[in-house]
């Protein structure tokens, strides 16, 4: 048989099985994992928008709690830091005042005959200078001398070492300073230690 002729009887049986009547009927697609899918109502829709509206607002509200959490862990490390840093400044010109005491006590003890000679000048003005920048990088820092002398005792500022007998001067008014107090900002970091009349 040819391949024309092959083609020719495929061609009949195709037309005899629609004449006989038989159909082949398609298959129907099958769907996997598809239920009928109930039937939602408007009344459902509501209470579902209302859910998520409640959800929303509790998320919102926690995420403005753990905002003004934060805000508030931030000022506490910042006031921390800020006192930490105060504590060590403070330590520091604690330890270095007594330095610029000595300084002050080799100006105010400086006999008269070298002050004049020229030999000692450079020495003098050298202390001197020194004296001054320290006190400067103290004043730069916002340490501040504490008031005593002529002033009326303060405890809060001043430490009487001794009294004495002062004619024409009221009781409790400092006389005498022994050494010079300091506050750095509103803190006295040391009492300025006085003599005071009786």
Known sequence: MT???SHHQEQEEIQETIYTGEV????????????????VTVA?????????????????????????????????????????ATRM?????????????????????????????????????????????FTSWLDKKGVREIEAKGKVLDVNFHEAITQIEVPDVEPDTVVEEYQTGYTLGDRVIRHARVIVAR
């Open 3 to 5: 391949t024309q002729e």
């Open 24 to 39: 082949v009927q398609e298959q129907e697609p099958v769907t996997v994992g598809t239920a009928a899918m109930p039937e």
């Open 44 to 84: 459902d829709m509501e209470a579902e928008i209302a859910a998520r509206d409640e959800q929303i607002a509790r998320l919102r509200e926690e995420i403005f709690r753990r905002a003004a959490e934060f805000e508030n862990f931030r000022k506490q490390k910042e006031r921390e830091s800020a006192m930490a």
């Open 89 to 133: 400044l403070e330590n520091t010109v604690r330890d270095l005042l007594p330095l610029l005491d000595d300084l002050k006590r080799l100006i105010h003890h400086t006999p008269a005959e070298l002050q004049v000679m020229a030999e000692a000048k450079p020495f003098i003005d050298g202390v001197e200078l020194i004296r001054k920048n």
